[in-house]
């Protein structure tokens, strides 16, 4: 099985057990959701969750690009207290066929691009809900959003695949990672204060008394956040789904779009 130039190893391999997908399976969705997750992608240094063996495995997270990797796997520089990392770059399908055919589920990138590691121009709010609580955490998007258009932002939404819904927004660069972080953990703690029975800024699970976590914690320098379109390491094949504001109402999970439906759903907002 070779898909954009990359031949595909053990493509018959059982990645989501439940579901009974394939690697195969997994390298044919990355290769048709490309031309839409590539543009959140650019230039952007990823971490890469993987699971050669599955998902029922625990996995491992990778920054550093391997030695083994091709010449054509993109790479920049990052600077570390340690030193640097080589981390990886994917502009192209070739690339993102090969990282997955790496056993690659989750791909997390950064909030700045190559050029400007210290700048970042997107922002995330990582709405982390109690078990069960789907229906709290619609109502706080609603609330946080209503909360940033009253601080002239108009945030994005998009369900996480796994969980809960994240909050972003495109910020002009300028300002580095510590003044950004200073400025979006104000307003989360802003919101927590205006709203203190539904939000909470408690880093400790045993503190937030089943309220919805603000996570503005990933806006910091080599932090990242999901990649839109990327699938999570879920038994329901949950989908990161960027969304309209519309469609929340008729939202029953945060994996309510997954492998099974995404194009389904991306076929009828095509058409409209």
Known sequence: MEVAG?????????????????????????ERIA????????D???TLQRFPGGIQDSGFYQKNAADYFPDFIETVEVPTEEGSNTQIICNDVKTLVYLVNQG?????????RKDKLREPDKIVFDLDPPANAFEQVRKAARVLRDFLK??????SLMTSGKNGLHLYYSKRRGQDFDAVKEEVRDLAEEAAALH???????????QREEKIFVDYLRNAYA?????????????????????????LSRLKS?????????FRRIGQKENK
Request: charge should be negative; include cysteine; hydrophobic fraction near 35%.
């Open 150 to 155: 009253e601080k002239g932002i108009e945030a």
């Open 44 to 46: 952007r240094p990823l």
């Open 196 to 206: 203190p029975d539904l939000f909470t800024t408690k880093i400790r699970k045993d």
């Open 223 to 247: 932090q990242t956040a999901v990649c839109p379109y990327s699938l999570r390491a879920t038994e329901d094949a949950g989908v990161a789904t960027p969304i309209s504001w519309d469609e």
């Open 6 to 30: 990359i031949e595909i190893s053990h493509p018959d391999k059982i990645i989501f057990p439940q579901k009974k997908i394939s690697k195969g399976d997994m390298v044919s969705y990355y």
């Open 254 to 262: 945060s994996s309510h779009y997954n492998i099974d439906n995404i």
């Open 104 to 112: 690659t589920v989750v791909f997390h990138t950064w909030l700045s």
């Open 35 to 42: 031309p839409l997750m590539l543009p959140f992608l650019k």
